[in-house]
């Protein structure tokens, strides 16, 4: 638990924040944002404990276990929860909470998982000397999982909780998501039809100043090619052709000549492997090769990554690869699959009206201005699988640090109380003012 003299020497850590509006903000609002205040140290300690409990994405105790920790915080707001089994796509499953009301319905998304398993040495939650904490998971996004609580429990004590039309998905697979796809994301599809906003709480730009209303994709290749085997000192003839390595270059080549300079778009050859023969773990991207300096080699693959900032970008990058892979050289051949994996958040209206919404809210509270993150920084979430769906959707408005998938992944403290106030008052206006979706 988190002392009354650590606590305030965390507080009094905390830059002074804008002179809050109270013309703009209703008694029931302001006795939110004190209730807020009131719950930091809980916070903490809610933070702290599961950090502690390890939960890789295969770790399915692990995750179930920091699951039940928070489906008993929404339990006692007044949420109908549920446990989604993981067992159809091979992983723990997901939290799903719901609130149910007459008012437009807000779709909440987290997770619970994190990137290091129980064989990482990286295991516990530590105070740093000044407002911030180190641990697994920590920002990415346990600390997101707790501004969410803590935002609702605020509007439960200041009774605004009651007339709120919220549902709750918290992932127990974002880090490596099961498989199939489709099944590993139904409950949150699902859940965000009729949805007239979406909030993700992953950590985002680690900036409290931010939010995000535009994410890409990231999507997955492999190339396959193939040449005639021979001795090196017959290649470039008629006969024999220029390999597969030669060819597997052109490829690659061809790809940054023509791609890598559209906006938003990247693409990185991760892997690759040629010789004689090849042996490849896929999935863990990982093999070996043999061949000799003075035969042409007659395989090559390649796996990289692909991410896109709109569907639309996505379809015409895998166009023009394919183009790219079928103008073969002599005597080789090759193929290109891909797998889509994360779809992107595009940039839309309802989007940036939504940041807006946020921006005010963080305005009239004294916390400053909130301005949208370059999507070049933004990477690919569980959020983006439900654009199209919703009309309003911002994520990274969870805990703000730095390193997060490293073992200095590290939180600001500081930003939690700041995160949970303006993330309970948008949800509050949004309640109030949103129209429902039919």
Known sequence: MLSAAVLAVLLAAMPAPDVPRPDTLSAAEQAMARAVDARTADAIALLERIVNINSGTMNVAGVRQVGDVLRA?????????R????????????????????????????????VFEPSSPFQKFERGPDSTARGPGVIDMKGGDVIMIVALEALKAAGLLEKMNVVVVMHGDEEHEGEP???????????????????GFEDGSGDVRTGIVARRGAASWRLDVTGEAAHSSQIFKDSIG??????????????????????YLTFNPGLALGGARFTLDAPANKGSAEGKNNIVAERMVVQGDLRTLSPEQLERAQRAMRAIVAQHLGHTAATITFDNGYPSLPPTDGNRKLLALHDRASRDLGLGAVAAVDPGKAGAADVSFVAGIVPMIIDGVGLAGHDDHSPQETADLRSLSVRAKRAALTLYRLSRDAVPVP
């Open 181 to 199: 796809q489709a099944l590993a994301r139904k409950a949150l599809v699902d859940a965000a039809r009729g949805a007239a906003a979406a909030i």
């Open 242 to 263: 220029y390999g597969a390595i030669f060819e597997t270059a052109r490829i690659l080549d061809a790809f940054r000549t023509r791609l890598s300079t559209e906006p």
């Open 83 to 114: 446990w989604e089994d993981g067992a159809p796509f091979k992983r723990a499953g997901h939290l799903i909470a719901e609130h149910a009301a007459h008012g437009p319905k807000l779709l909440l998304i987290g997770h619970l998982d994190t």
């Open 73 to 81: 915080r929404l339990d006692a707001l007044g949420f109908t929860t």
